[in-house]
């Protein structure tokens, strides 16, 4: 896998450990102020965290997403592999292990109680957000997973925990960080500067933990039905609405440090991927002034503006976006019966762009689309685009697998009948926990992911 390395964390590990253990700091301002090494502290952990949370939403598993989605074709070695459905336990190279360490569960664990120690709810109510939105989207891909349990210390085979028990933790973890993001008062200064997507703004990120309610309401509705979408709706009323408070990954453009995409395609793994022809006769036969935004002007590779050739690859990744919150409540309103509010947020989130302003053409606006009245062309057009606006996002990985929708069309040499619904847990996460089952023993599906027989027009489903 290819990590993304902003700051040489490591090293700075071993002088923080010697702070937290050692008492020869005191006199002055330290000892009138004893808050200020562990916020230092919480601000060094929350920047190893930030680029952990940015990789596992923006690079391989959102790449291997793409490809089950159709948006994307692998036709080098082990992506054309995949592309065709060729998973293993070795398909995931070890990005499992970042839910844990390396900026994962266990550097979260840390801000947050270095943040509570520091009575900073703001602070603690934004690194809570970052870890439902980990496990949150780790549960998307993998299912059941190892979490309440997950630092029961080494040797202790923590056990999995079901997949919507883990979503119902995380929608929790997301209440406390909502109510702690609200608070006021001197000590709740946040990470500051430390927040390189926010700079510690305490609303962004109060609507980013609503936007991210909702979008896990949404995973948990195929099975849980129109609760979960009335909670989506809900919660999507207070998340994100204006494309200028999106939340992005964000990148300085220096070696290693550059747009995801960018280290792939270009400095990497250049030939690896391409267009999907799918998704390139998709956006055809709409016209969609995104084909060319998406993709250079032969549809052979990714538009180089896309992924930042042009400036040495520090083009942001949207990883969540006021576009995908106004369709989650477009879709959740249309399925719960209420025509007219879905057609006026698909009409909200048309009326802005969510791209960066940088990339849109001359004359982009959703707003020129044909419009759409009622019944099932109003709920085709939230979906095409929802699936249009979460390219290379695993969002649009988790709609398909909820709606059968694009009813995508199997690739050819397909190496199995259905596309793929999960993936395999690590290797080397199976080989250090006996809780985890070898391959032959994990589920097809997860449990929020019952095949569909057919799509919400009535055609018979053909990967599921």
Not at 7 to 30: D, I, K, M, Q, R
Not at 202 to 227: I, N
Not at 411 to 418: D, I, L, R
């Amino acid at each position: 896998m290819i990590r993304h390395k902003l700051l040489a964390f490591a090293a700075l590990v071993p002088l923080l450990t010697s702070v937290g253990c050692n008492n020869y700091l005191t006199g002055g301002e330290l000892s009138t102020d004893p808050n200020r090494i562990t916020q230092a502290n919480a601000r060094l952990l929350f920047e190893a965290t930030q680029p952990n949370l940015w990789t596992f939403l923006a690079s391989d598993p959102a790449r291997f997403s793409a490809m089950f989605a159709r948006q994307i074709a692998g036709v080098q070695r082990q992506y054309q592999v995949i592309y065709q459905y060729g998973i293993s336990e070795s398909t995931t190279g070890g990005f499992f292990s970042g839910l844990y360490s390396g900026g994962g569960l266990v550097d979260l664990r840390n801000v947050e109680s270095l943040a509570a120690a520091a009575h900073d709810s703001v602070f603690l109510g934004i690194a809570q957000t970052e870890e439902a939105l980990l496990f949150g989207e780790a549960a998307s891909i993998f299912g059941d997973i190892v979490y309440s349990k997950a630092l029961s210390g080494p040797g202790t085979n923590p056990p999995l925990d079901p997949q919507l028990a883990v979503y119902d933790s995380v929608q929790a973890l997301l209440d406390r960080a909502i109510v702690n993001l609200r608070a006021t008062g001197a000590t709740n200064a946040g990470p500051g500067a430390s927040d390189l997507a926010y700079g510690g703004n305490a609303s962004k990120w109060r609507r980013l933990a609503f936007t991210a309610k909702a979008r896990f309401y949404m995973h948990t509705a195929e099975v849980r039905g129109s609760a979960a979408l009335a909670a989506a709706k809900t919660a999507s009323d207070s998340g994100i609405t204006n494309s200028a408070n999106d939340y992005k990954a964000v990148y300085s453009g220096a070696a290693g440090e550059q747009n995801l995409l960018y280290q792939f395609d270009v400095v990497q793994r250049s030939g690896y991927i391409a267009p999907d022809p799918y998704f390139v006769n998709f956006l055809k036969t709409r016209n969609d002034p995104r084909l060319a935004v998406y993709f250079n002007a032969d549809q052979s590779d990714i538009n180089p503006t896309f992924l930042g050739t042009a400036t040495s690859g520090n083009v942001p990744t949207v990883l969540v976006s006021a576009a995908e919150n106004l369709l989650i409540a477009a879709e959740a309103s249309y399925k719960l019966g209420d025509q007219v509010t879905a057609l006026a947020k698909l009409n909200q989130e048309r009326s802005t762009t969510s791209l960066p302003s940088a990339l849109a053409p001359s004359g982009y606006t959703l707003s020129t689309y044909p419009p759409t009245t009622t019944g099932p062309a109003l709920l085709q057009a939230i979906l095409d685009e929802k699936y249009i606006v979460e390219f290379l996002n695993i969002e649009a990985y988790n709609d398909y697998k909820r709606n059968c929708y694009p009813n995508l069309p199997i690739v050819a040499n397909a190496s199995a009948a259905k596309i793929p619904a999960r993936l395999y847990y690590d290797q080397s996460e199976r080989n250090v926990n006996t809780s985890i089952p070898d391959p032959n023993h994990q589920p097809v599906r997860n449990a929020n992911d019952p095949p569909n027989a057919t799509d919400p027009f009535g055609n018979a489903c053909i990967g599921q």
